[in-house]
């Protein structure tokens, strides 16, 4: 086993750039002087969820869902090695890695959509009143998938005896010599970019 | 899914049992302001200075009547995100303050924001006063 190129730049950009716009948005989510900054910051992340949905069949190998997402079955295994210590090393995401991953996109998803409906809810009478209550419980949960998430970073970094923060920055991760990506895609990075500002800006109209 | 269904109708049920009229939000409101201050009666002239009054703490929406307009029976205007904001009277909109946690949670956000701290159960009290006498 060597240190392997996995994540493309999309996925590393993407990663991060979603945990600060999650983070942003949690933190102004009291504010009405900072309405704004709140919607923008949710409408970033509704086009970063959206980008790495069409990316995880477009993408590079581990960072297609048919790579890394697997049965339930597959996550309680996964998690019983860990407990056992002896676990499985995946090259890209291992199994309950996964789940927070397929979790903290459906709910960013839906966060994003009940936020749109209550904010827009006074002109377009769309209910909004039920949304708002929707809106901060997706975004309750989401925060607590995070929360879980950054454990399993943890756990899985000292499990496997290496730094998966660092591998989201600089994308690489022990693996075979065959399991690794040929390039980083960086031409796809501006895409994601312009994509989650059009979102953003749409969403905050 | 029983369990959940249950879940659920007792959700339902809580809900249903917090379900208030203005009008009993405004004596909770009274009754909390005079177990403080004896005597307290709720004064919608007190609540109509209230929601007039510029309080500062915020620079763009100094008070309740930035965004709320001067008459709270008319829809307001964000004036952050301009958009449209129901009308907070109860004669004007039939769903305010009917539910006793969402307008704590309201008057919490924007206590904070706009007067700079939380507001007492008095000018509650005096608020919601304001709002069922209308103008």
């Known amino acids: ?205 | 899914m029983k369990h959940a269904t249950l879940a659920i109708l007792a959700t339902l049920c809580a809900a249903a049992a917090q379900a208030a009229t203005p009008a009993e939000l405004l004596d909770g409101y009274r009754a909390e302001a005079a177990r403080q201050s004896a005597g307290f009666q709720p004064s919608a002239q007190r609540g109509a200075e209230f929601f007039q009054h510029r309080f500062g703490a915020s620079a763009k929406m100094p008070s309740c009547a930035s965004c709320h307009t001067d008459n709270p029976a008319q829809p307001g205007r964000h004036v952050v995100t301009d958009k449209a904001i129901k009308p907070l009277a109860p004669a004007a909109n039939a769903g305010r303050f009917t539910d006793p946690a969402k307008v704590e949670k309201w008057f919490r956000r924007n206590c904070t924001e706009v007067v700079g701290r939380e507001c007492s159960a008095a000018e509650k009290a005096d608020f919601v006063a304001f709002l069922l006498g209308g103008r």
């Open chain 1, 1 to 205: 086993m060597q240190k392997i190129l996995v994540w493309d730049w999309p996925v590393r950009i993407g990663h991060w750039l979603l945990a600060g716009a999650f983070a942003l948005a949690w933190l102004t989510s009291e504010s009405e002087e900072l309405r704004l900054v709140h919607v923008l910051a949710g409408g970033t992340v509704v086009g970063i969820v959206l980008f790495r949905l069409l990316w995880g069949f477009v993408g590079t190998r581990h960072a297609r869902f048919a790579g890394f997402v697997r049965a339930p079955g597959a996550v309680v295994a996964y998690l019983r090695g860990v407990l056992a210590r002896r676990p499985v090393h995946a090259a890209g995401h291992n199994p309950a890695g996964a789940l927070a991953i397929v979790a903290l996109l459906v709910l960013g998803l839906l966060t994003g959509a009940t936020g749109w409906l209550t904010y827009n809810d006074s002109f377009a009478n769309l209910g909004g009143e039920m949304f708002e209550e929707l809106h901060e419980g997706l975004a309750t949960a989401m925060l607590a998938v995070a929360g879980l998430h950054v454990a399993g970073v943890i756990v899985g970094s000292l499990a496997h005896r290496e730094n998966l923060v660092r591998a989201m920055f600089t994308g690489r991760k022990f693996g075979e010599a065959g399991e690794a990506i040929a390039g980083a895609r960086l031409w796809a990075v501006p895409l994601l970019l312009g994509w989650a500002a059009v979102c953003a800006w749409w969403l905050a109209r």
